[in-house]
């Protein structure tokens, strides 16, 4: 069975960098595969993809190389079973405020006796180049779980959610965080609020063992980020990238109106 080369070199505190894919097409992952991230994100919480465009990209982005991830659309259990299910190496849970909610992700994520997750399906191994037996032996071992600390609630409640075992990472929202403080949803600002919990949850992440994330939109600011301590780092997402280089090109030739951009 594969290695989830994500997990390691998050146990190992190095850095691991990918990006987020949110079009509704298998086309985005046989593409952004080959452009060198360690994973891939298919972000079905606020895009039209359908969990069998997810598991086609799941089967893609693996034969290729990188991690294939899943951002789930709610913290349920039958989100996180269908995309563990067809073939994610790993989670990433949006909304976790409370150690409830954090043990709820983990319990559907890991099988007995770390937790609950139901036994069935085949596309789970098959992404792994496993056969169901080994994948349920050793699925514990290689699965991510990574909840995703995006508001205030979560902020406050950061010792109680990340001391709860069996979370790999914790991965910062900076919009829906801002948001929840009644500020603005950016993806980064020096606000002293915005900066005091992003720090805080990377200490207390570090107390319990547990990688920090966080999501930005550019290669600097994933840069710094390391060298803060964070390791789980999303930079931007296919249409930002795609959307960026339309606004450069544009801007560059004076043409369109400087309509703003998919942010991420
Ligand atoms: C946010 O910024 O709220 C996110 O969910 C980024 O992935
Ligand atoms: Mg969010």
Not at 100 to 111: C, G, K, L, N, Q
Not at 213 to 218: D, K, L, N, S, Y
């Amino acid at each position: 069975m594969k290695k989830n080369h994500v997990r390691a070199k998050l146990k190992r505190g190095e850095a691991s960098i990918g990006t987020w894919l949110t079009l509704p097409d298998t086309m985005s992952a046989q593409l952004i595969a080959r452009a060198g991230f360690d994973w891939l994100t298919v972000e079905m919480e606020h895009t039209p993809i359908t969990i069998d465009t997810a598991a086609q990209s799941f089967a893609i982005i693996a034969a290729t190389g990188p991690a294939p991830l899943a951002r789930i659309p709610w913290n349920t259990g039958e989100n996180i079973k269908r995309v563990l299910d067809t073939g994610a190496w790993g989670i990433v849970v949006p909304m976790v405020n409370s150690r409830a909610e954090a043990e709820a992700a983990v319990a559907a994520a890991r099988y007995a006796p770390l937790g609950d997750r139901s036994v069935g399906g085949q596309l789970h191994a098959a992404t792994f180049g496993a056969d169901p037996s080994t994948y349920y032996d050793r699925a514990n071992d290689e699965i991510l779980v990574v909840i995703m600390a995006e508001h205030i609630k979560a902020i406050e409640a950061a010792d109680d959610i990340l001391s709860v075992p069996g979370i790999d990472a914790v991965f910062i929202g900076p919009n829906d965080l801002h948001k929840s403080m009644g500020k603005k949803p950016v993806f980064d600002s020096d606000d002293k609020e915005f900066v005091d919990a992003v720090k805080h949850i990377r200490k207390t992440a570090a107390k319990y063992g547990v990688a920090p994330g966080i999501h930005v939109i550019e290669a600097a600011t994933a840069k710094r980020r390391v060298e803060e301590g964070f390791q789980f780092i999303a930079v931007a997402s296919d249409v930002g990238m795609m959307m960026g280089k339309a606004k450069e090109i544009t801007t560059a030739l004076s043409i369109g109106a400087g309509q703003a951009v998919a942010k991420y």
